[in-house]
């Protein structure tokens, strides 16, 4: 097969042709510049970024997992054993009978040589009560029934030991019903659907609003509040969940967006004296002072630093590695010397947003820190503030464990429970108490009678 003959261009057609193909070859080298720019950005991950560590490559904390690393010796430690209990439940004594030469030793004086402790679990299982009601006809013509024993009313068989069992694996170590109605049959032989161990977490509900209204009302008398927010998932419908600490108390709460409203109705028109968060716009307004999260900030400057800035980044990291430092040591030091040193902070703060960078990396980050200009250095005159917000995602992590596991809610009381049993249990961790104590006190009030009104 022959090929058709090319047609001979004029000249004014090859000049067309190559001026079309210049331009084309000037877009490319353009988008070749792009991307080599691009390219020559440092990638962002948890260590310079807002990014969670899940998502860094290698799925590390650090982001550095694919490249190699030397590995830090750890320090070697002396060998310990475990304490002896203080209050053994037996004391088996053991005494020699023979000698390793075959000799009879039985009769001789013999001491303690050796102590150790054997702990075991006793098999667990479900105490069953059969509660018989006995009654009759009166004399009158009316019928009578014994009332039930205190603790174990008509209903559900299941008592209070079993509903704090089952939400506290629910809520605090993220096992699902399957799982449950599995562990519950094969580890303490007791036969529950997963139907039944909705129904059990769904009887919460009431105890576990009553005890969230009691920790509202300590958190709108705080003076300190750091507050967080994540997201979750209601039948597949995004919502956040929002989490407020005080040094007493500590409230979770789910709703539908992440708008500042939220926040101004939990804390229902209180002002605190100083609010505790990151830079993100609903968390701001909040309090008569805001202490904004300076890990938060850090990691910024760390990506500021990784992209080239050398004048502005690296200056701003020595201010807040000080400042963070003279937090640590508030302790020891008077109020007039804090005094001194949140003026010195910020006179150097000053002098920093004076110069001029020249990487832009530099100038984006000296134009966020002059938005948010006052709110750094809180911390150094006020004992109460911490400079981090890292007691509030602290506290909400292990929602964000929970609805990584579940995959979220598939109810419209669910919620409302988890952030019952999230508020209630972490405040009572402030106070000392066992996150199952405290939920089988609360189950236990499902079971008491009703108060006599007169």
């Not at 980044?313 to 005094?339: H, M, N, Q, V």
């Not at 000053?350 to 100038?363: M, Q, V």
């Not at 981090?388 to 979220?408: L, M």
Request: one cysteine or more; aromatic letters at 6%.
């Amino acid at each position: 097969m022959t090929r058709p003959p090319r047609r001979l261009l004029t000249d004014a057609e090859k000049d067309a042709l190559l001026d079309r193909q210049a331009v084309l070859i000037d877009a490319l080298m353009a988008r070749i510049a792009a991307l080599e720019a691009a390219l020559a950005k440092p990638r962002k991950t948890s260590r310079n970024s807002h990014i969670p560590p899940s998502q860094d490559p290698g799925g590390g904390s650090s982001g550095d997992r694919d490249e190699a690393k030397p590995k830090k010796r750890r320090p070697s430690r002396p060998g310990v054993s475990r304490r002896l209990a203080a209050a053994p439940d037996e004391t088996i004594v053991c005494r020699a009978d023979r000698c390793a030469c075959g000799a009879d030793v039985s009769g001789l004086n013999q001491t303690c040589r050796q102590r150790y402790d054997h702990v075991d679990i006793p098999p667990v299982l479900p105490n069953v009560t059969r509660v018989e009601l006995h009654g009759g006809r009166c004399a009158c013509g009316k019928r009578f029934r014994a009332a039930p024993p205190d603790g174990m009313p008509a209903g559900t068989p299941f008592g209070p030991n079993i509903h704090a069992l089952l939400a506290y694996l629910h809520h605090s170590h993220h096992v699902g019903f399957e799982r449950l109605a599995r562990l519950a049959r094969e580890m303490f032989g007791l036969t529950i659907s997963e139907g039944a161990i909705a129904n059990a977490l769904r009887r919460l509900t009431t105890p576990l609003e009553a005890e969230r209204a009691a920790i509202r009302r300590k958190l709108r008398a705080a003076e300190v509040v750091w507050s967080d927010e994540t997201t979750t998932r209601i039948n597949g419908r995004l919502h956040w969940q929002w989490v407020f600490v005080t040094p007493e108390a500590v409230l979770h709460e789910i709703a539908p967006r992440r708008a500042r409203a939220v926040a101004q109705d939990v804390m229902g028109g209180h002002k605190p004296a100083v609010w505790v968060s990151d830079r993100y716009a609903g968390q701001q307004e909040m309090a008569v002072a805001h202490q904004v999260c300076l890990a938060h900030v850090l990691r910024d400057v760390q990506y500021a630093i990784d992209s080239g800035d050398t004048v502005f980044g690296p200056a701003l990291a020595r201010l807040l590695a000080w400042t963070i430092a003279i937090g640590r040591r508030r302790g020891e030091l008077k109020d007039s010397t804090l005094r001194h040193y949140r003026i010195k902070a910020d006179c150097r703060l000053d002098r920093l947003l004076a110069t001029h960078p020249s990487h832009p990396a530099g100038r984006t980050l000296q134009a966020q820190v002059k938005a948010w200009r006052t709110r750094y250095f809180v911390f150094v005159q006020d004992r109460r503030v911490s400079p981090t917000n890292n007691v509030a995602e602290r506290e909400i992590r292990p929602s964000v464990v929970f609805r990584k596991v579940t995959g979220g809610f598939r109810s419209e009381w669910g919620p409302s429970v988890h952030a019952g049993y999230r508020s209630v249990t972490s405040t009572a961790r402030i106070a000392g108490q066992p996150a199952f104590d405290t939920i089988r006190n609360i189950a236990a009030t499902l079971f008491q009678p009703p108060a006599q009104t007169l």
